[in-house]
């Protein structure tokens, strides 16, 4: 569904001058340096799939998805979008894609949203019914009859969120491109968003790529992760798969009605930690399963309440950006 073949984005930037009047003299310069944004990326996004797209700030995810979108020209490299190139089949690729930008709306600020959507039905030639369709789904989906008649400029960030995705998804494009549909907002308005797309993922089949720095927006969407630093791709593979090549110790927390006498070693388990009646036990899930950690442990005491946890991806990132 999404090809990206070696792309590449280089920026030429004006060298700054130094000394007096170095904004004067950095006008008039025609010394140029290159700034690499992307750096020979590749990946090949499936119909379905749920891809995080992640990396420190100036990594280069922006400029990417404005590659894939059609906004930018790649100076190297081919993509595809449901087998349209953005750069040479623009209308084909507009129907395929529908793209959110966090920190910009696509809808006409003075306008009441209706009037937004209107226009997109027009510019995208959407026939009525269709039309009619997409807005009971999305009215009901995200909730949109709070605010249909208010101009966008006075709408909250969590509803002018919800109305950018709707106006993204009019047009029932198979693709999705968002570029931090969750900053600034609040944890309800984040967690209404984040159910939104689980649903078109899952019931509509839309192909989505989230940038994102919330971990939790990766930990409860995305099935996949590309990891990129300095325009290079680091990674690409599933969250279980990260947790597992990183290598961090799962941990299992038990709590015992009496504390254990002491601690019991075994093959796998990495460290343990008492404290009062809880047991915490880090341990390698590729040595030893946590059923037998569990079966151990019942010698060990009379377990009360049993708690597993998976290393965070937040924890995972901080290792790979090191
Ligand atoms: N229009 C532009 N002109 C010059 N340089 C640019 C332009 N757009 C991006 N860059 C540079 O390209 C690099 C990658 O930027 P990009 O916005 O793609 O990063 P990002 O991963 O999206 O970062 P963030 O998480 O901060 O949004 C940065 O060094 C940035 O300064």
């Not at 129907?95 to 910009?104: E, H, K, L, P, T």
Request: aromatic share 8%; hydrophobic share 40%; net charge neutral.
């Amino acid at each position: 569904m999404i090809e990206a073949k070696h792309i590449e984005k280089s920026f030429f930037l004006t060298k700054a001058k130094e000394g007096r009047f170095a904004s004067l003299r950095t006008l008039f310069s025609r010394e140029r340096r290159e700034v690499k944004a992307v750096h020979d990326i590749s990946f090949s996004i499936d119909r379905g799939e749920f891809v995080g797209y992640i990396g420190p700030n100036g990594a280069g995810k922006s400029t990417t998805i404005k590659m894939l979108a059609g906004i930018l020209h790649p100076s190297q490299g081919e993509i595809r979008i449901g087998g349209y190139s953005p750069q040479r089949e623009r209308i084909q690729v507009a129907s395929q894609i529908g793209v959110v930008f966090g920190q910009r709306t696509q809808l006409w600020w003075d306008l009441p949203v209706r009037d937004s959507f209107e226009i997109l039905q027009a510019m995208y030639k959407i026939d009525d019914k269709a039309y009619r369709r997409s807005m009971e789904a999305y009215q009901e989906l995200l909730d949109l009859h709070e605010f249909l008649d208010t101009p966008v400029r006075k709408l909250s960030l969590g509803q002018r969120m919800r109305a950018d995705l709707a106006a993204a998804l009019l047009h029932d494009p198979p693709v999705l491109f968002l570029d931090e549909p969750t900053i600034g907002l609040d944890v309800v308005a984040k967690t209404r968003i984040r159910a939104f797309l689980k649903e078109v993922n899952q019931t509509q089949k839309k192909t989505i790529l989230l940038t994102t720095h919330d971990m939790d927006d990766i930990e409860q969407l995305c099935n996949r992760i590309i990891v990129i630093n300095h325009g290079k791709k680091m990674m690409d593979t599933s969250l279980a798969n990260l947790r597992h090549q990183i290598g961090l110790p799962s941990l299992v927390r038990i709590e015992f009605r009496q504390p254990p006498e002491k601690l019991y070693e075994l093959e796998g388990i990495e460290r343990m930690e008492l404290s009062e009646n809880v047991l915490s036990i880090y341990f390698d899930k590729g040595k030893i399963s946590s059923p037998r950690i569990l079966a151990e442990a019942a010698g060990w005491g009379e377990p009360l309440d049993i708690q597993m946890k998976e290393p965070g991806i937040e924890e995972i990132i901080r290792l790979i950006y090191r």
